[in-house]
Nanobody, 122 residues
């Protein structure tokens, strides 16, 4: 079993930055693809970014390309999401997730963190 704990969320003004972290334990971190997802009330959870096992490939949803950067440190069992030029529409609960295979579909991920709130004020 893999346990995931997010940190780094909060309230920020539009145009500002936040860095989310997700610390993993209970598994071999480098054998998991790591993803970030987000959800607002009454909407489905949506893909934000994913990074492959060694970190050599990353993928993003179109609306965050050029503003968000996903990275990972396999020596620290941690994945990050650097969010710059934040917009009000980025407001959501952000989740990190882990899965052995590369996918951007949330329902295919085996392990999830508890989620962390990001609020961008306009």
């Amino acid at each position: 079993q893999v346990q995931l704990v997010e940190s780094g969320g909060g309230l920020v003004q539009a145009g500002g930055s936040l860095r989310l972290s997700c610390a993993a334990s209970g598994g071999t971190f480098s054998t998991y693809v790591m993803g970030w997802f987000r959800q607002v009330p009454e909407n489905d959870r949506e893909f934000v970014a994913v990074i492959t096992w060694s970190g050599n490939q990353t993928f993003y949803r179109d609306s965050v390309k050029g503003r968000f950067t996903i990275s990972r440190d396999n020596t620290k069992n941690t994945v990050y999401l650097q969010m710059n030029t934040l917009k009000a529409e980025d407001t959501a609960v952000y989740y990190c997730a882990a899965d052995p295979k590369l996918t951007t579909w949330p329902h295919e991920y085996d392990y999830w963190g508890q989620g962390i709130q990001v609020t961008v004020s306009s």
